[in-house]
């Protein structure tokens, strides 16, 4: 079966720093794979999303980037963070050739202070 | 702008009670998804609708597609405690975008 791994749960971050967040995908090949980001109690923000190694498609400029140096690991980054990138962060993947069916991680929560 | 408004965005209503969800929009979409979200968890998929006028049933869940697959419902019958959580609808279009959510209904059924 497919699963969907994310880390961290949780990172608290200065503002001006780095961002690294990673997430896997198990159990598929070519995965479509998308990242999101949830403000507090509310819908989903399509952040990014790829379609294969290399492949990265940006829904809305930001302070943020996104990479795909494999197969079935997809990374958001940040070379400064800022205080607005606060949020929580989910990672997802579709199998290719199906439905627009997507399958979440379990989310990163990051707090910029 | 916002392309799925949900309705209401909270609820709270006792044990036993039913209750209706809404999902709507302006625009068609190819399917649309129920997603289910506890706090601090990733949404969890309930249920696809595809076809316009689809009905799926899922225990005490009811979700049903508009015939013009803009819209979607999601009733309860008989809330349990273990129904309170964040309920998501998701759009999707052709292609490889991304689903396009609402700003999702805060559900708390009450013992």
């Known amino acids: 079966s497919q699963t969907i791994h994310q880390w961290p749960a949780t990172l608290v971050q200065p503002v001006g720093s780095p961002l690294s967040l990673e997430c896997t995908v198990e159990?598929?090949?070519?995965?479509?794979l998308y990242w999101y980001r949830q403000a507090a109690g509310r819908g989903l923000q399509l952040l990014f999303y790829s379609v294969g190694i290399g492949q990265i498609s940006s829904e809305v400029p930001q302070n943020l980037s996104a990479s795909r140096p494999q197969d079935r690991q997809f990374i958001l980054s940040s070379k400064k963070l800022l205080l607005s990138d606060s949020g929580f962060y989910l990672c997802?993947?579709?199998?290719?050739?199906?439905?627009?069916?997507?399958?979440f991680g379990a989310g990163t929560r990051l707090s910029v202070l | 702008t916002q392309l799925l408004e949900q309705s209401p965005q909270f609820l709270s209503i006792q044990e036993g009670e039913n209750l209706t969800v809404y999902c709507n929009s302006s625009?068609?979409?190819?399917?649309l998804q129920w997603y289910r979200q506890e706090p601090g968890e990733g949404p969890v998929l309930l249920v696809t609708?595809?076809?316009?006028?689809e009905v799926k049933k899922l225990k005490r869940l009811t979700f049903q597609f508009g015939d013009a697959r803009k819209d979607s419902s999601l009733h309860i019958t008989a809330a349990q405690p273990g129904d309170t959580g964040l309920y998501l609808c998701?759009?999707?279009?052709?292609?490889?975008?991304?689903?396009?959510f609402g700003k999702g209904t805060h559900l708390i059924i009450q013992p």
């Open positions: 159990g598929t090949s070519n995965p479509n």
């Open positions: 998701a759009g999707a279009k052709g292609g490889a975008d991304g689903l396009t």
């Open positions: 997802a993947w579709r199998q290719l050739g199906a439905r627009n069916i997507q399958y």
């Open positions: 625009s068609v979409f190819s399917s």
């Open positions: 609708v595809v076809t316009g006028g």
